[in-house]
């Protein structure tokens, strides 16, 4: 069965501080994805990344990094040099074969200034 | 603007009553996807649709039903509804394979 596993519920860092966030996942299938999703105060779904499961290589966009290391199946996001608009919700996500999306409960992050 | 329309944005009725919520997918997406977020269930995967046809189901209950219509618009039918069911519901459209999800922005359901 698939499963995503977002062990830090809530993450609290002040202005320019790193952080990370973890995702693990598990999964019976050889293809999977991966996404990240990041929901602000105002509600909607706003994706960041996905990744294949024959990728591993790591992806830096601006300030947000991801590591995929498929041998602890984990799939982590690293904000460097947060920012108060990154207040949000972030979720990882896994689909499969079958399509759907498997969501992981989610990581609230609050960056205070 | 995703491409994924979902209406109505906010819907408020009493308990029992029955609603319909509505997705028009994205372009040239053949699948659709509902999903409910309440507080304490975090994103949970209700039903998927592709093409006309139910392709999975999730954690839907009984009083809750869908259906996906020739011109691939959803519709997800909630009645007998309960406090509990107060929730966002997101709708997402696909192409084949997972390889990307678009969501809509919501309808935010207040049962009262």
């Known amino acids: 069965a698939q499963k995503v596993t977002q062990a830090q519920t809530e993450i609290s860092v002040v202005e320019k501080e790193d952080v990370t966030l973890d995702c693990v996942y598990e999964t019976r299938d050889t293809t999977y994805y991966l996404f990240w999703y990041k929901q602000p105060p105002s509600g909607e779904l706003v994706f960041l990344i996905r990744r294949n499961s024959f990728d591993e290589q790591n992806e830096i966009s601006g300030r947000y990094s991801w590591n995929f290391q498929k041998s602890t199946s984990s799939f982590n996001f690293t904000i460097t040099a947060s920012q108060v608009v990154d207040s949000a919700v972030y979720f990882c996500?896994?689909?499969?074969?079958?399509?759907?999306?498997?969501f992981g409960t989610g990581t609230r992050l609050q960056v205070f200034p | 603007d995703s491409g994924v329309t979902q209406t109505p944005k906010h819907l408020i009725t009493a308990t029992g009553q029955r609603v319909t919520l509505r997705c028009s997918p994205r372009?040239?997406?053949?699948?659709v996807y509902w999903y409910q977020q309440s507080l304490d269930q975090g994103l949970q995967f209700l039903i998927q649709y592709y093409n006309g046809e139910e392709r999975a189901k999730g954690n839907i209950l009984e009083r809750f039903s869908a259906q996906q219509f020739p011109d691939l618009h959803s519709e997800l039918n909630l009645s007998s509804l309960e406090l509990g069911d107060s929730a966002l519901y997101f709708c997402a459209s696909s192409v084949p394979g997972g390889w990307g999800y678009t969501f809509g922005s919501g309808t935010r359901l207040t049962v009262v």
């Open positions: 996500a896994l689909s499969e074969a079958t399509d759907k999306l498997i």
């Open positions: 372009s040239g997406d053949l699948s």
